[in-house]
């Protein structure tokens, strides 16, 4: 669950408990399992430790289905060979090193 390629980017502020106050858990749903593995897992810098505890807390995720996640779309960027500088990033395109050669 993340457009950004970090797991946290969604798991707590989409699911989390805290964040049904908040409102951006619309779900309302509020798994104490999940959420103190979820919590867990942002203190630890261990990748692979990391890892399996998203896979984790991803596994009562899909048990319980609060919701449903319908797509991730990809995108596709295409350029003509005479443009260099662009680099494609995941906030947005940015044009402003871009040329014609």
Same mark, same amino acid.
């Given at each position: 669950?993340? #457009?950004?390629?970090? *797991? #946290?980017?969604?798991?707590? !502020?989409?699911?989390?408990?805290?964040?049904?106050?908040?409102?951006?858990? =619309?779900?309302?749903?509020?798994?104490k399992n999940y959420?103190?593995?979820?919590?867990?897992? %942002?203190?630890?810098?261990? *990748?692979?430790?990391?890892?399996?505890?998203?896979?984790? /807390?991803?596994?009562?995720?899909?048990?319980?289905?609060?919701?449903? /996640?319908?797509?991730?779309? %990809? !995108?596709?960027? /295409? !350029?003509?060979?005479? =443009?260099?500088?662009?680099? =494609?990033?995941? /906030?947005?395109?940015?044009?402003?090193?871009?040329?014609? #050669?």
């Open positions: 669950m993340s #457009d950004n390629g970090d *797991p #946290d980017n969604f798991a707590d !502020t989409l699911l989390g408990c805290g964040s049904v106050a908040s409102g951006s858990n =619309v779900a309302r749903w509020c798994d959420d103190a593995l979820v919590q867990k897992a %942002k203190l630890t810098s261990d *990748p692979a430790a990391r890892a399996k505890l998203y896979v984790q /807390a991803q596994q009562i995720y899909y048990q319980q289905a609060p919701w449903i /996640a319908l797509a991730n779309g %990809k !995108t596709f960027y /295409a !350029t003509r060979s005479n =443009v260099s500088g662009y680099t =494609v990033s995941l /906030a947005g395109s940015d044009f402003s090193k871009a040329k014609l #050669d």
